[in-house]
């Protein structure tokens, strides 16, 4: 599934957060209602649990049953007492003060505060209920048609490579050998690129919309995914059996919504970028020392199995 960019900065944010262990730091010396716990001078009360524990539950739903339990209540209070040790002792040793830990305290802090602002207005803001999900389904009955399509792909790394095997395959160059030679997906390459038969639903959904849009023999422009430049080749296409509904709804909200809140953060972000004042001196890059490049494979780096297609 495609990751969109403002989505991309709450994962990133949300994987440093995760390093901590048990979400945010609960409990504190004078802690309200009956105190559950204690390390030392420290307290933690039935309600600060409560509240980590439901922290806890919105990253990962699947713990419910488990944190519901007594016995696994227990286990994350083990967590707990862990934590607060590990804590003070740090801070028996001061090491809040050196300046290497400020400084990760100072990065994490502007990621929390990235992530609550890219929540409260793309994530908060931006939603797709079952009306507009059924509206879409309607309105584009051959994305559910269940057809598959047969494919070749030629996989390369920049734009200017990908118009000059166009160029070359307007001269009747051989698609399947072009691939053979300079295709960087090293695992269809030998055979000529080909993908074999794939459904909408496996492939990125830009290159999906070209390749359904194909006809026999006719290869596509080249398409942008995150792996590269693809020019695309359909060898044959099969009608398949139409999805309903209920098979798609969920898929299908997922798609619209991500798809909507990456509108709504590219818009907003181009309106931060017209407000602001940015100078950039780029005479000034590179920068730093970071020791000499590496050594140039003997073979193209290994790319995923079926470039422009879902692992």
């Known amino acids: 599934m495609k990751i969109t960019m403002w ?6 944010v949300g994987c440093t957060i995760g390093l901590l262990g048990c979400g945010k730091e609960g409990g504190n010396a004078k802690s309200q209602g009956p105190v559950l716990l204690t390390v030392n001078e420290w307290s933690y009360s039935a309600a600060d649990l409560e509240k980590e524990l439901g922290q806890q539950l919105r990253q990962a739903p699947q713990m419910q049953p488990f944190f519901a339990t007594k016995e696994g209540q227990q286990q994350f209070l083990d967590r707990v007492v862990r934590r607060e040790l590990l804590l003070q002792e740090a801070e028996k040793r001061k090491l809040g003060d050196q300046p290497e830990v400020a400084e990760q305290v100072a990065t994490l802090r502007r990621e929390l505060m990235i992530r609550a ?8 803001k931006i939603k797709v209920e079952e009306k507009d999900v059924d509206e879409y389904f309607k309105a584009h009955p051959e994305e559910f048609s269940g057809d598959t399509v047969h494919l070749r792909h030629i996989l390369v790394q920049t734009e200017d490579e ?4 166009q160029a070359r395959l307007a001269k009747n160059e051989s698609f399947e050998e072009l691939a053979k030679k300079y295709s960087r997906d ?8 080909d993908l074999g038969d794939l459904s909408r639903e496996q492939m990125l959904p ?9 006809k026999p023999g006719e290869v596509s422009a080249p398409v942008k995914t995150p792996f590269g430049f693809h020019l695309i080749k359909l060898v044959d296409r099969k009608k398949g059996q139409a999805l309903a509904f209920e098979q798609v709804k969920g898929q299908l909200q ?7 809140q990456s509108q709504r953060f590219q818009a907003w972000m181009k309106d931060l970028e017209g407000g602001a004042k ?3 001196n780029e005479s000034l890059l590179p920068v730093g020392k970071f020791g000499p490049p590496e050594p140039a494979p003997s073979a193209p780096a290994p ?3 079926k470039a422009g297609t879902k692992s």
Request: proline letters at 2%.
């Open 7 to 12: 989505r991309a900065v709450v994962l990133a």
């Open 254 to 260: 997922r798609r619209l919504l991500d798809e909507r």
């Open 303 to 305: 790319v995923d199995t």
């Open 162 to 165: 990908a118009k000059d095997l």
């Open 186 to 193: 090293t695992a269809t390459a030998p055979k000529g690129g």
């Open 278 to 280: 940015v100078t950039k």
């Open 117 to 124: 602002l890219v929540q409260d207005e793309i994530g908060s």
């Open 206 to 214: 830009d290159f999906a919309r070209v390749a359904f849009g194909l």
